[in-house]
T-cell receptor
Framework: DVKVTQSSRYLVKRTGEKVFLECVQD?????MFWYRQDPGLGLRLIYF???????EKGDIPEGYSVSREKKERFSLILESASTNQTSMYLC????????????FGPGTRLTVT | AQKITQTQPGMFVQEKEAVTLDCTYD???????LFWYKQPSSGEMIFLIY??????QNATEGRYSLNFQKARKSANLVISASQLGDSAMYFC?????????????FGSGTRLSIRP
């Protein structure tokens, strides 16, 4: 079974702090994704990566950056956290082949105070 | 631009009844894939079913079926014989199948509650 893990289920940070959200997948997937989920808005894509050291902006990249130094790990970075970044963050991965379904981690609920 | 619309923010259904969750989409792509995901209160997103735009038959997976009407650009999820464990958020999503990075666009979701 595909397993996608995220470093924290719950995280509380202060405004202005640098925040790292880590995601690891164990199925050798080429593609990895970071979404944020807010009530009534569904999931919105922040960044995705289709290979090591490769990244592409999604729909809402402002205020975020990412890092993919190894194939299995994709990190989301909030350089200076703000209260409007309080949200649920979901990481996903897929192979980029076949039917393209994405496999999701359990999510990190981030609160910025 | 691609867009997914789910017009039912919430639904209540009696246990054992069938339920249909609505989804319409907008795309100019000729080839695309449609997905449904379930998100229980625990938070993880669970893949349920996939339909390719060129598939002639509607997809089925156990109690889940996808009512695909290409001309109407609709991809409704049908759950037969609903169970209490079906209570969750349900998201419709779409991806262009030609994309190697497989970007998926999600709708805003429908919260389904099953009454005992």
């Amino acid at each position: 079974d595909v397993k996608v893990t995220q470093s924290s289920r719950y995280l509380v940070k202060r405004t202005g702090e640098k925040v790292f959200l880590e995601c690891v997948q164990d199925m050798d997937h080429e593609n990895m994704f970071w979404y944020r989920q807010d009530p009534g808005l569904g999931l919105r894509l922040i960044y995705f990566s289709y290979d090591v050291k490769m990244k592409e902006k999604g729909d809402i990249p402002e205020g975020y950056s990412v890092s993919r130094e190894k194939k299995e790990r994709f990190s989301l970075i909030l350089e200076s956290a703000s209260t409007n970044q309080t949200s649920m963050y979901l990481c996903a991965s897929n192979t980029g082949q076949g039917t393209y379904e994405q496999y999701f981690g359990p999510g990190t609920r981030l609160t910025v105070t | 631009a691609q867009k997914i619309t789910q017009t039912q923010p919430g639904m209540f259904v009696q246990e054992k009844e069938a339920v249909t969750l609505d989804c319409t989409y907008d795309t100019s792509d000729q080839s695309y894939g449609l997905f449904w995901y379930k998100q229980p209160s625990s938070g993880e997103m669970i893949f349920l079913i996939y339909q390719g735009s060129y598939d002639e038959q509607n997809a089925t997976e156990g109690r889940y079926s996808l009512n695909f009407q290409k001309a109407r650009k609709s991809a409704n999820l049908v759950i037969s014989a609903s169970q209490l464990g079906d209570s969750a958020m349900y998201f419709c999503a779409m991806s262009p199948v030609y994309s190697s990075a497989s970007k998926i666009i999600f709708g805003s979701g429908t919260r389904l509650s099953i009454r005992p």
